[in-house]
C-alpha cells in the first residue's frame, strides 16, 4: 500500500452509458444510472474506492460493481473515502504526509501553551518502537519539548524501560512510571491521574508508531477551538507492505470492510459518537471516571458511550489522519478481529445496548454459515447461505484485484471473510459465556 498507487493508474473518464457492449449489461446499469437517487459510478468512485482511482468510474469499475450495487451497504448517504496518502517506513500508525505533513499549521488560530498539554503513551515490550515514536514527538520542536510526556509500562521483558530512563536525560519532560495492570485502559488512567494542575488536554499516542512534527499540538488546538468537545478523534487510513496487507487495507476503509465507519478512512469532519482517540479534555475524562480497566479492548468506544451519557460531544478532525498498518497475515488478522468483536460484546452488555446494523452483519454471517452447514448434510439448499457468502467473498476479491491492479488485490475476500467470521465469533464467544 506505501508504494504501488499511483494515482494516474486508471487511464479512461468514459461513462458507464458509452462504454459497455454487452446489451443486457448496458441496460442494467443505465437503469441504476439513470435513476436520480442512484449516482451508481459516482458512489463507486468516492464511497468504496479512494480518490486515487478516479479512473475507476470507466467501464470495468461500472461493469463489475453493478454486481454489488442492491447491497444495502453501498445505499445513499456513506462518507467519502479519503485520497491515501503513503506511510513512511516503520510499523503501526503514522500521520500521513503531504498535505497533512504539519498538521499544527491548520490550527494556529488556537494557542495552546505547552503547560497545558500531556502526552500518554501505553507500553508492554515496545524496545523497537519506542524511541522512534518519541524522537518523532520532540524532535526538533521546541514546543513539543515544553510537553510533558508520560510513558506507562505494563512490565515490559524487553529494553523498553531501560531505553526511555536513557533518554530521560535527553528528554528532561520525559516521564516513565509503572502500570501493574499492563492495560492500554490502566496505563491512560494512571497518567491522566498524574496531571497536574495547569494541564487541559490529554493526547494518547501509541508506543508503535511514529509522528511528523505538529501531531500533538494540532490535537489539543482542535480541542481548544471546541469547547463544547470532550474528545477530539481523528480518521485512520489503512496501509500496509505485503500483498495480504495491501489487500487489507483496500477491503478495511469499504463499507463491508468498516461499516461505513466514520473515522475509518473519512474524509469529512464533524460531531460523532465514536472515533479512534487522539485526544481528551481531562477535566471530562476524570469525570466520567476514564477508561474502564477491565476492557482490554474496544475500551474506546465505551468511553465515549459514557460522554455521550453525561452529555458531552465527540470532535471528528478529519484534518489529522493516521496511516494504520494492518495485520500481515490472516491468521493475526483474524486474532485482532477475534478481541474486537469481544470487545464490542462487553460494551454492548455492560450499557444494555441494541447493536448497529454494521455490527450484526459480522454476527449473522458466522450464524448463517454455521446453520447452513451444519443442516446442509440433511437439507442440502441450506447450503446456498455458505456459497452465497463464498461469492460475496469472490466478488471483493475481483473488485480489490482491479481498484489495486495487482492480483495482490484478490486476498481481499479472504481479508473480508477473516475479519467478518473473526469478530462475529469473538462478539458471540463474549455474549454466550460472558
Given at each position: 500500500m506505501g508504494e504501488s498507487r499511483d494515482p494516474g493508474m486508471w487511464p479512461g473518464t468514459a461513462s458507464c452509458q458509452n462504454v459497455l457492449a454487452a446489451p443486457k449489461l448496458t441496460a442494467l446499469i443505465l437503469s441504476r444510472v439513470a435513476n436520480p437517487g442512484f449516482p451508481f459510478c459516482r458512489r463507486v468512485r468516492n464511497y468504496l474506492f479512494p480518490r486515487d482511482f478516479p479512473g475507476f468510474s470507466d467501464h470495468r469499475g461500472c461493469l463489475l460493481m453493478s454486481l454489488f450495487s442492491d447491497l444495502p451497504m453501498f445505499g445513499p448517504?456513506?462518507?467519502?473515502?479519503?485520497?491515501?496518502?503513503?506511510?513512511?517506513?516503520?510499523?503501526?500508525?503514522?500521520?500521513?504526509?503531504?498535505?497533512?505533513?504539519?498538521?499544527?499549521?491548520?490550527?494556529?488560530?488556537?494557542?495552546?501553551?505547552?503547560?497545558?498539554?500531556?502526552?500518554?503513551?501505553?507500553?508492554?515490550?515496545?524496545?523497537?518502537?519506542?524511541?522512534?515514536?518519541?524522537?518523532?514527538?520532540?524532535?526538533?520542536?521546541?514546543w513539543m519539548q515544553q510537553v510533558a510526556i508520560v510513558v506507562a509500562d505494563g512490565g515490559s521483558s524487553d529494553t523498553t524501560r531501560k531505553i526511555v530512563r536513557r533518554l530521560t536525560a535527553r528528554l528532561p519532560?520525559?516521564?516513565?512510571?509503572?502500570?501493574?495492570?499492563?492495560?492500554?485502559?490502566?496505563?491512560?488512567?494512571?497518567?491522566?491521574?498524574?496531571?497536574?494542575?495547569?494541564?487541559?488536554?490529554?493526547?494518547?499516542?501509541?508506543?508503535?508508531?511514529?509522528?511528523?512534527?505538529?501531531?500533538?499540538?494540532?490535537?489539543?488546538?482542535?480541542?481548544?477551538?471546541?469547547?463544547?468537545?470532550?474528545?477530539?478523534?481523528?480518521?485512520?487510513?489503512?496501509?500496509?507492505?505485503?500483498?495480504f496487507q495491501r489487500a487489507a487495507a483496500w477491503v478495511v476503509d469499504t463499507p463491508l470492510g468498516s461499516g461505513n465507519s466514520?473515522?475509518?478512512?473519512?474524509?469529512?469532519?464533524?460531531?460523532?459518537?465514536?472515533?479512534?482517540?487522539?485526544?481528551?479534555?481531562?477535566?471530562?475524562?476524570?469525570?466520567?471516571?476514564?477508561?474502564?480497566?477491565?476492557?482490554?479492548?474496544?475500551?474506546?468506544?465505551?468511553?465515549?458511550?459514557?460522554?455521550?451519557?453525561?452529555?458531552?460531544?465527540?470532535?471528528?478532525?478529519?484534518?489529522?489522519?493516521?496511516?494504520?498498518?494492518?495485520?500481515?497475515?490472516?491468521?493475526?488478522?483474524g486474532k485482532q478481529y477475534w478481541s474486537y468483536g469481544r470487545g464490542r460484546a462487553r460494551t454492548v452488555l455492560k450499557h444494555r445496548l441494541r447493536p448497529r446494523l454494521r455490527q450484526l452483519f459480522p454476527v449473522l454471517a458466522v450464524l448463517a454459515i454455521a446453520t447452513s452447514l451444519g443442516v446442509g448434510a440433511i437439507y442440502p439448499p441450506a447450503l446456498l447461505l455458505t456459497a452465497s457468502y463464498v461469492a460475496l467473498m469472490a466478488a471483493v476479491s475481483i473488485a480489490g484485484a482491479l481498484a489495486m491492479r495487482s492480483a495482490c488485490g484478490l486476498w481481499a475476500g479472504p481479508a473480508m471473510g477473516a475479519m467478518h467470521l473473526a469478530w462475529g465469533a469473538g462478539f458471540l464467544r463474549q455474549v454466550v459465556l460472558r
Open positions: 448517504g456513506l462518507g467519502n473515502a479519503p485520497a491515501r496518502l503513503f506511510a513512511p517506513n516503520g510499523t503501526g500508525l503514522a500521520m500521513n504526509g503531504g498535505a497533512h505533513a504539519n498538521q499544527a499549521s491548520t490550527y494556529r488560530a488556537a494557542q495552546v501553551q505547552p503547560a497545558e498539554v500531556m502526552v500518554g503513551i501505553p507500553a508492554l515490550n515496545e524496545a523497537d518502537h519506542i524511541e522512534p515514536c518519541l524522537m518523532s514527538l520532540t524532535d526538533d520542536d521546541p519532560n520525559l516521564r516513565l512510571i509503572d502500570n501493574p495492570e499492563r492495560l492500554q485502559s490502566a496505563a491512560l488512567n494512571a497518567i491522566a491521574a498524574g496531571a497536574g494542575p495547569r494541564h487541559r488536554y490529554l493526547v494518547r499516542c501509541d508506543a508503535h508508531a511514529a509522528y511528523p512534527p505538529g501531531y500533538v499540538r494540532a490535537v489539543a488546538e482542535s480541542l481548544a477551538l471546541r469547547p463544547e468537545a470532550a474528545s477530539v478523534g481523528t480518521v485512520m487510513d489503512a496501509v500496509g507492505d505485503g500483498c466514520a473515522h475509518r478512512g473519512g474524509s469529512t469532519s464533524g460531531w460523532i459518537d465514536h472515533a479512534h482517540h487522539a485526544g481528551f479534555r481531562l477535566e471530562w475524562f476524570r469525570a466520567i471516571g476514564g477508561y474502564d480497566p477491565a476492557f482490554p479492548h474496544n475500551e474506546d468506544a465505551e468511553l465515549d458511550h459514557r460522554l455521550g451519557l453525561a452529555g458531552q460531544k465527540i470532535w471528528l478532525d478529519a484534518d489529522i489522519r493516521l496511516n494504520y498498518r494492518m495485520r500481515p497475515t490472516m491468521r493475526k488478522l
